[in-house]
């Protein structure tokens, strides 16, 4: 079983930053690729950042130069830094990891985490 905790979001005023960590844990060989996702209120989920194992990243439009996404194998936890927040950035931040599970049977895994807000706010 894999289990993905997201924390460090909260509440914060525009322009200010925030760094979300994503701490993976349980039965993990490997994990390929972490990534960040969010989801305003009325609106769609949508890809915010993505980072593979050998450090190639993806960002959305709305978010290049502003956040970075980074990743400490040892730890299996990825973050991203979010920096010139803006209210549009408000959202449930949801991260996600795939990989290989570890034990007798090795099987792929994909995972969402519970999903933390981000509120950006004067």
């Known amino acids: 079983q894999v289990q993905l905790l997201e924390s460090g979001g909260g509440l914060v005023q525009p322009g200010g930053s925030l760094r979300l960590s994503c701490a993976a844990s349980g039965s993990i060989f490997s994990i390929n690729t972490m990534g960040w996702y969010r989801q305003a209120p009325g609106k769609e989920r949508e890809l915010v950042a993505q980072?593979?194992?050998?450090?190639?990243?993806n960002y959305a439009d709305s978010v290049k130069g502003r956040f970075t996404i980074s990743r400490d194998n040892a730890r299996n936890t990825s973050y991203l830094q979010m920096n010139s927040l803006k209210p549009e950035d408000t959202a449930i931040y949801y991260c996600?990891?795939?990989?290989?599970?570890?034990?007798?049977?090795?099987?792929?895994?994909?995972?969402w985490g519970q999903g933390i807000q981000v509120t950006v706010s004067s």
């Open positions: 996600t990891a795939d990989g290989i599970i570890s034990g007798t049977r090795a099987a792929p895994f994909g995972r």
């Open positions: 980072i593979t194992r050998d450090d190639r990243t």
